[in-house]
């Protein structure tokens, strides 16, 4: 399948009248043209390149804020997915793989597209994250990165190469 990463991007959901209301972009961290998603034995590709959910180690201690990951992955350059490749997971939900809402121990997480973050009425930033909900069907969301996010948050990074895995856990 192929996403166009230059479309116009779709803001946050706005599902309840006293929470955020996300209503610009804020910020693109990953742009360009066409790429083509890929699935193979539950392992997502864009452009050949593996995707994988990054849990940064300070989320198994206690909660840092999101901007501070959403800063590291901007300031070492990482490869963060973009939300269209989000939207077009949620029509074709067979190029969601299962790690992206459900961790290696089988609980529940979220995994954060911090391809482009949006700004709500207060100014505050999220980014959309994709997550499998009560009904069991996959869902999108956007998490306040200014929330302390614990290890059921993820975030969808491209073919890190071993450099940058190393820059990004420390």
């Known amino acids: 399948m192929f996403v166009n990463l230059a479309a116009p991007l779709i803001l946050p959901p706005h599902r309840h009248p006293d929470h955020d209301h996300y209503t610009a972009v804020f910020e693109q961290l990953s742009t360009g043209g066409w790429v083509k998603l890929k699935i193979r034995d539950g392992i997502l590709s864009v452009d050949d390149s593996s995707v994988t959910e990054f849990v940064d180690p300070r989320q198994k201690t206690h909660k840092p804020p999101g901007h501070d990951l959403y800063m590291k992955f901007r300031d070492k350059g990482a490869k963060v997915l973009h939300p269209n490749i ?85």
């Open 86 to 170: 989000l939207d077009a997971m949620l029509v074709h939900k067979h190029f969601a793989p299962g790690s992206f809402v459900v961790d290696a121990a089988g609980q529940p997480r979220g995994t954060l597209f911090y391809g482009a973050t949006f700004r709500n009425q207060d100014n505050g930033v999220g980014a959309r994250m994709l997550y499998r909900g009560q009904d069991r069907d996959l869902h999108d969301y956007c998490v306040w990165l200014g929330n302390g996010l614990d290890c059921k948050y993820a975030a969808a990074i491209c073919a890190p190469d071993p450099s940058l895995l190393t820059a990004l856990y420390y």
